[in-house]
């Protein structure tokens, strides 16, 4: 009996420890700033709580509007091309400096439709 409390405290402990090094409960002061995914040369500048502009190698600083809600992004295109599109949700994960956006699940306008993986290179951005 004493060998199974040790090992249910010690699984107890454990859950704790693994699900501690991944932030659940994501605002978007957390994403605020400077991401790139090095891959595919794709910067997004997150400005602030509604905001976030990206840069590829075809297009610069073009502006996108965006919520979080839980694990979701809710992202709009908002740029320089004065289109109407439709916000997408996506599902995405932030573990410390490191940003997954799974665009896979239906068509976020100029980004291509698949995973997106991104570093945090700077935590403010000058005006």
């Not at 199974?4 to 991944?22: A, Q, R, T």
């Not at 997954?100 to 000058?126: H, Q, W």
Request: net charge negative; charged share 25%.
């Amino acid at each position: 009996m004493k060998n199974i409390f040790i090992l249910l405290f010690f699984l107890m402990l454990m859950s704790v420890l693994i699900s501690g090094c991944e932030k659940t409960n994501v605002t978007s002061d957390d994403l605020i700033g400077e991401w790139i995914d090095e891959s595919k040369a794709d910067t997004i500048r997150f400005i602030d709580d509604a905001n976030f502009y990206r840069s590829t190698k075809n297009m610069h600083y073009d502006h996108y509007d965006y919520s979080i809600k839980g694990d979701s992004i809710t992202i709009r295109y908002n740029g320089m091309l004065k289109i109407y599109v439709q916000s997408t949700t996506h599902y995405f994960k932030l573990k410390g400096n490191e940003l997954m956006i799974d665009l896979t699940n239906s068509m976020c306008y100029g980004f291509p439709e698949e995973k997106m993986y991104y570093k945090k290179v700077r935590e403010f951005i000058p005006e």
